[in-house]
Antibody, heavy 121, light 112 residues
Framework: EVQLLESGGGLVQPGESLRLSCAPS????????MSWVRQAPGKGLEWVSGISGSGGSASYADSVKGRFTISRDNSKKTLSLQMNSLRAEDTAVYYC??????????????WGQGTLVTVSS | QSVLTQPPSVSAAPGQKVTISCSGSSSNIGNRYVSWYQQLPGTAPKLLIYDNDKRPSGIPDRFSGSKSGTSATLGITGLQTGDEADYYC?????????????FGGGTKLTVL
């Protein structure tokens, strides 16, 4: 059974940093691209970032480019999102999602339960 | 303002049929596959339709998808109260630098 378990969310002040992690299970992690998708309270879904199965290629939404860094460790089976210079508008539930391809984002076929990030002073 | 436009809400009675539209452009829907996601209250999104009209294993055939030009449509027949959820369309958009994935603003389905 495919499972994705996010962790690392919490309350931080504007300008601070936070690192999210996603622990996958039930599939061969390195064979799949992965993404982070977020949802602000009461709002819709927003794609944040994606990374290829090998980790050699990454992409970002303009809203987080230069502040967030996605990475993966296929040997440890971990997906991460390093978030720096956090802003109030980054407050959201962050979902880890699997892409059923090595590189091209075609769809998100499995999602984690999400981890809440709150940026507030 | 989402790149993909969905109606904020739709409603219908149990047993009836409803359609949810998703309007885009040639830089997204017009040249890409569309997928649809169901988000039940308080839960994570779930893939409902992919490649415009395909259903993942376990998704009942009450759910269907179609695409024409720069628009896509999700159809749900035999509505059940358990179908009350937010529904999102999504696809790749190549208009921005390097391209990125975009979602519609979401449609709240109410089963009266």
């Amino acid at each position: 059974e495919v499972q994705l378990l996010e962790s690392g969310g919490g309350l931080v002040q504007p300008g601070e940093s936070l690192r999210l992690s996603c622990a996958p299970s039930g599939f061969t992690f390195s064979n799949y691209a992965m993404s982070w998708v977020r949802q602000a309270p009461g709002k819709g879904l927003e794609w944040v970032s994606g990374i290829s199965g090998s980790g050699g290629s990454a992409s970002y939404a303009d809203s987080v480019k230069g502040r967030f860094t996605i990475s993966r460790d296929n040997s440890k089976k971990t997906l991460s999102l390093q978030m720096n210079s956090l802003r109030a508008e980054d407050t959201a539930v962050y979902y880890c999602a699997r892409i059923p391809a090595m590189t091209t984002v075609t769809r998100f076929d499995y999602w984690g339960q999400g981890t809440l990030v709150t940026v507030s002073s | 303002q989402s790149v993909l436009t969905q109606p904020p809400s739709v409603s219908a009675a149990p047993g009836q049929k409803v359609t949810i539209s998703c309007s885009g452009s040639s830089s997204n829907i017009g040249n890409r596959y569309v997928s649809w996601y169901q988000q039940l209250p308080g839960t994570a999104p779930k893939l409902l339709i992919y490649d415009n009209d395909k259903r993942p294993s376990g998704i009942p055939d009450r759910f269907s998808g179609s695409k024409s030009g720069t628009s896509a449509t999700l159809g749900i027949t035999g509505l059940q109260t358990g179908d009350e959820a937010d529904y999102y369309c999504g696809t790749w958009d190549s208009s921005l630098s390097g391209g990125n994935w975009v979602f519609g603003g979401g449609t709240k389905l109410t089963v009266l």
